[in-house]
């Protein structure tokens, strides 16, 4: 749903999901209210945004805008740094939808809102290759689940992505969290953290550590699709 008007803007579907799933969207005035009092961060590029309920994507897209304003504040003259730090920016924004029809719908729209807006930064449509990881990104990110269970919609737990951008290279290091291990307190093991390798574990500095559930090789960012 592309919002153009608030007065046109529907809150709800119907009844009958409002009844069966307490489904109500944020209208717009009242999403952008919410993300001004976090301005700094929804205009940070890599700042991670969770959205638990993320319905068909109003807070979404409004975070991908200002997102990929800034984007264009800081590489609006380097085409190779601007797609990169585009991808940046979709990796960074995660949702959980119960309805399937909404998971949809919502990646359709970051999909279209990212193609317009690169279209109007850089006069010219997206590559080929940028399209499908911006796609693939999306698919990877906004999941189709309960974010209450924690469990995905064929019954396997809800897991994210991380993507971890090294330098300006376009490289990028996959590892896959559960969502239910993000949330829960493990015990920090000092000698295991140094051994798994993973951040902090020589400074002792966290009190908890998560085990990523998988990991993958350091790839081409444009490359990423072809984990799959």
Not at 117 to 135: E, F, V
Not at 144 to 156: E, K, N, P, S, Y
Request: charged fraction near 30%.
């Amino acid at each position: 749903m592309t919002v153009t008007d608030d007065k046109k803007e529907r809150q709800v579907v119907s009844k009958q999901r409002v009844a069966d799933h307490g489904e109500v969207y944020t209208a717009k005035r009242e999403v952008n209210a919410m993300l001004d009092m976090v301005k700094e961060e929804t205009e940070r590029i890599d700042s991670r945004f969770l959205e638990p309920a993320c319905g068909n994507g109003n807070f979404l897209v409004e975070i991908l805008n200002r997102k990929m304003e800034a984007v264009y504040r800081q590489h609006a003259h380097n085409r190779y740094e601007y797609d990169l730090a585009s991808a940046v920016a979709v990796s960074s924004m995660y949702g959980v939808e119960l309805l399937p029809d909404n998971v949809e719908t919502c990646q359709n729209r970051l999909m279209d809102q990212y193609l317009e807006t690169y279209r109007q930064h850089q006069n010219t449509d997206a590559s080929p290759n940028l399209k499908r990881c911006i796609r693939y990104l999306l698919r990877k990110n906004i999941l189709c689940g309960d974010a209450l269970t924690m469990i995905q919609a064929d019954g396997q737990p809800i897991t994210f992505c991380e993507w971890t951008f090294i330098g300006i290279g376009g490289k990028v290091k996959r590892r896959d969290f559960e969502l239910a291990e993000l949330l829960r307190n493990v015990e920090y093991d000092k000698p295991k953290a140094n051994e798994e390798g993973l951040l902090f574990a020589d400074t002792g500095e966290p009190t908890f550590v998560h085990l990523p559930k998988r990991e993958y090789p350091l790839t081409d960012y444009l490359k990423l699709p072809d984990y799959e």
